[in-house]
Structures are given as structure tokens and as C-alpha cells.
């Protein structure tokens, strides 16, 4: 898999968070130290290169070996997986032209010749690494802040690679830096910002190494709806017909860390802390519509220590004649299971002494 002239470095250990990203790649055994110190033949150049984006995959394609065990960096429009990687410890002068567009360095120990080889020096090596991002298809679409990734080394942005946009999600490419001859999964990153809120999956071995949303790598963010209760009432209009019809219930839900925008859903409500989630519950509320009754439906989410949690937007917009019936709470992350309690409540705009309340139904929500 490498070029003419390519020697590859050992790889490093790859895994999920966890492992690989708890305690790095294997350590440099002594006689492959030995050989990165004293393997300096003449017209050797020692080059840092503080981080090369390549455009174009195919230039690297001979340079990488697949990984295939890569995590998926989930972000509002980007989901991002590293999908090749090598460690290199010295370059031919074309293919060193090639990748970074630069002319060939002189060898160390004669300015006047150009080198014949191209190293990352004692201890170091040559990081080239494959990236790809499509649709992070996420709930609720985004109508905030744009999403932005960049190329980090050692935590620090250095440059950015792409902004995926609503329209255009598909986007790959290819990165060449100098790292430790053993990489930790930090040194060199894939880093993904919406507002205020960054994550960072490793170049080095596909882990997460860091996100402000860990409960969306927890588990699924699907919650199960079950018990369901369902009203279906007929409430006295008294003005342009003699009933108003309703049938409601709670239709389904999903977990999200990030709302970006968007009335229905509370607005920008940007991410959730770390230790929180965003519960978005949609309702399947059926009415007819009446000039002379207001529904006055109240609902919450009932967590099993008893808390009471009440939606981030006003209720007249969850059950409103023309609006989306969606309504969404913040709840800590750990939580398993919940409780939606909807309290019908209907009063008439020509009958101040009309208020009709009814029995509340529930539905369970189960996260998986």
C-alpha cells in the first residue's frame, strides 16, 4: 500500500473511545527507536510539517491503509468518520512535491544538494490520514449557526477543511502532519463547531476525543412511546357550529443535543448542557377549528423522582389551531424513562364562566 520509495512507520493501536483513545498507540518498541535515531543516511531533509490538507483522496490512496472500525462524530449537518490512516517515517522528494506543493528541501548536511529522501526527524513521523462527512440527517433541522470542520493538532484548530451547507453535506479529503512516532488519538483531529458547541474525532484512530454531547454516543436517541392514552371529546362551540371536535394523544418523540432554530421547537435553543438532553414530543392533536373556544391544554414531562418539567415553549403554540403540536424539554441525560401528562382545557371567548377541564392523559416514554 505504499509508494515507491514510502517506508511506513508502525501503525497505531486503533479502537473506539475508550481504548485506543484511553491509552494511545502501542509505544515504540527499542529497536524501531533505534532505527528512527540512526537510520540518517545522506541527503536526508527533516522536515515538520505543521498540518498539508489534500483535497483529493486519490493522492493518498496508495499511502493508507483502511480503517474500518472508525466512530461516526455526529454534528448538526456533518457526521464524520476517518476512513483511512498511516504513519509514515520518510518520502520520496516527488511524492513529498506532490502532497504538499512544495519544492524538495535541502538535505541537512549540504544546503546546495537537494535531499533524496524526506523525514519527520528523531522520533516523529508522517501522519496521512483519510476523511469523509455526509448528512448527520439530524432532528430538528438546523436553521442556526453553520457548522465548520477543521484540521486540529495536539487540541489547537490549525486550518479548516470544509463548512458543509444544507445543500451540500457530501465532503471528503486528506491531511499530511508531523506527529510523535506514537500518537496519542488527540495529536491530530477532525474538528467539528456549531456555535458554542466543538467536537473532535481522531485522525489518528478514528475515536471520539472529545464532545459536548456524550449522551448522543450513548445508547439510541429514539424514544419508545408506549400506553398511549387517547381523548376524544366534543366541546360546545355556541358560535359558527354547535361542536368543536377534538382527538389528541402523543404521537412519538426523539432525543436531540442541539436545537438550532426554529419557532415550533422552543427556537434557538443551541446545545444542551453535557449532563442534559433535549426532549422533543410530537403530538398527533386533531381539532376543528373554532373562533369561539381557546384550548387551554397544559402539558409536562414527569420524570420518576416526581419532577415536574414543563416545556421550553409557550403551550398556546404546542396546541394551536395552526401550529406543528410539538413540544420540547430539557431532562438530564441519564434519564430512562419519563411521563408526558396532558391536561385538556378549553374556555370560550363569548362565555367568560365556561372552563372545561378534563381528565389528563399520559403516554411513557422509554430512551433507549
Request: no cysteine.
Given at each position: 500500500?505504499l509508494?515507491?520509495?514510502e ?5 497505531a493501536?486503533?479502537g473506539?473511545?475508550?481504548e ?5 498507540a502501542d509505544?515504540?518498541?527499542?529497536g524501531?527507536?533505534a532505527?528512527?535515531?540512526e ?6 531533509a527533516t522536515v ?13 490512496g496508495d ?9 461516526t462524530?455526529l454534528?448538526?449537518?456533518?457526521a464524520?468518520?476517518?476512513?483511512g490512516?498511516?504513519l509514515?517515517?520518510?518520502?520520496t ?8 506543493g512544495?519544492?524538495?528541501p535541502?538535505s541537512?548536511?549540504?544546503?546546495d544538494?537537494e535531499?533524496?529522501?524526506i523525514?519527520?526527524?528523531?522520533l516523529?513521523a508522517f ?5 469523509e462527512?455526509?448528512?448527520s440527517?439530524?432532528r430538528?433541522s438546523s436553521?442556526g ?9 495536539g487540541?489547537?484548530v490549525?486550518t479548516r477543511l470544509?463548512r ?6 457530501e ?8 506527529v510523535p512516532?506514537s500518537p496519542?488519538?488527540?495529536?491530530a483531529?477532525v ?5 458554542d ?9 478514528g475515536?471520539i ?5 456524550p449522551?448522543q454516543y450513548?445508547g439510541d ?7 398511549a392514552?387517547?381523548?376524544d371529546v366534543?366541546i360546545?362551540d355556541g358560535?359558527?357550529s354547535?361542536v368543536?371536535?377534538?382527538r ?5 418523540a426523539?432525543l436531540?443535543?442541539y436545537?438550532g432554530?426554529g419557532?415550533s421547537?422552543?427556537?434557538s ?6 449532563d442534559e438532553?433535549?426532549?422533543?414530543v410530537?403530538?398527533d392533536w386533531?381539532?376543528?377549528f373554532?373562533?369561539?373556544v381557546d384550548d ?6 414527569q420524570?420518576?423522582?416526581?419532577t415536574?418539567?414543563t416545556p421550553?415553549q409557550?403551550e398556546?403554540q404546542?396546541f394551536g389551531d395552526?401550529?406543528?403540536?410539538v413540544a420540547?424539554f430539557?431532562?438530564?441525560?441519564d434519564t ?5 401528562a ?5 374556555q370560550k371567548?363569548?362565555?367568560k364562566e365556561f ?14
Amino acid at each position: 500500500m505504499l509508494g515507491a520509495g514510502e517506508e511506513q512507520a508502525p501503525t497505531a493501536g486503533q479502537g473506539p473511545a475508550g481504548e485506543a483513545g484511553a491509552d494511545g498507540a502501542d509505544e515504540v518498541d527499542d529497536g524501531q527507536e533505534a532505527e528512527l535515531i540512526e537510520d540518517h543516511p545522506s541527503g536526508t531533509a527533516t522536515v515538520t510539517l505543521d498540518g498539508v490538507v489534500i483535497e483529493d483522496v486519490m493522492d493518498v490512496g496508495d499511502l493508507v491503509e483502511p480503517l474500518d472500525d472508525s466512530q461516526t462524530l455526529l454534528h448538526p449537518l456533518a457526521a464524520v468518520t476517518v476512513t483511512g490512516m498511516a504513519l509514515l517515517h520518510e518520502l520520496t522528494p516527488e511524492r513529498f512535491t506532490e502532497l504538499t506543493g512544495q519544492d524538495v528541501p535541502p538535505s541537512d548536511d549540504d544546503e546546495d544538494t537537494e535531499a533524496t529522501v524526506i523525514r519527520p526527524g528523531d522520533l516523529k513521523a508522517f501522519l496521512v490520514a483519510t476523511w469523509e462527512s455526509t448528512d448527520s440527517e439530524w432532528r430538528p433541522s438546523s436553521t442556526g449557526g453553520l457548522t465548520t470542520l477543521s484540521l486540529a493538532v495536539g487540541g489547537n484548530v490549525e486550518t479548516r477543511l470544509v463548512r458543509p451547507r444544507t445543500e451540500e453535506t457530501e465532503h471528503s479529503g486528506a491531511v499530511l502532519l508531523t506527529v510523535p512516532a506514537s500518537p496519542q488519538p488527540e495529536a491530530a483531529t477532525v474538528h467539528a463547531e456549531t456555535d458554542d458547541g466543538t467536537q473532535q474525532i481522531s485522525l489518528v484512530d478514528g475515536s471520539i476525543v472529545s464532545t459536548v454531547a456524550p449522551r448522543q454516543y450513548v445508547g439510541d436517541l429514539e424514544a419508545r412511546v408506549s400506553d398511549a392514552d387517547v381523548i376524544d371529546v366534543e366541546i360546545s362551540d355556541g358560535f359558527a357550529s354547535e361542536v368543536m371536535h377534538l382527538r389528541g394523544t402523543v404521537d412519538s418523540a426523539y432525543l436531540t443535543p442541539y436545537i438550532g432554530g426554529g419557532h415550533s421547537y422552543g427556537g434557538s435553543l443551541g446545545w444542551a448542557d453535557e449532563d442534559e438532553i433535549f426532549v422533543v414530543v410530537q403530538l398527533d392533536w386533531d381539532k376543528d377549528f373554532s373562533a369561539n373556544v381557546d384550548d387551554l391544554s397544559r402539558i409536562v414531562l414527569q420524570l420518576p423522582d416526581g419532577t415536574e418539567i414543563t416545556p421550553e415553549q409557550e403551550e398556546s403554540q404546542t396546541f394551536g389551531d395552526h401550529t406543528d403540536n410539538v413540544a420540547t424539554f430539557v431532562m438530564p441525560a441519564d434519564t430512562e424513562s419519563a411521563t408526558v401528562a396532558i391536561t385538556p382545557r378549553f374556555q370560550k371567548v363569548l362565555d367568560k364562566e365556561f372552563d372545561e377541564t378534563h381528565d389528563p392523559i399520559t403516554a411513557t416514554l422509554t430512551f433507549l
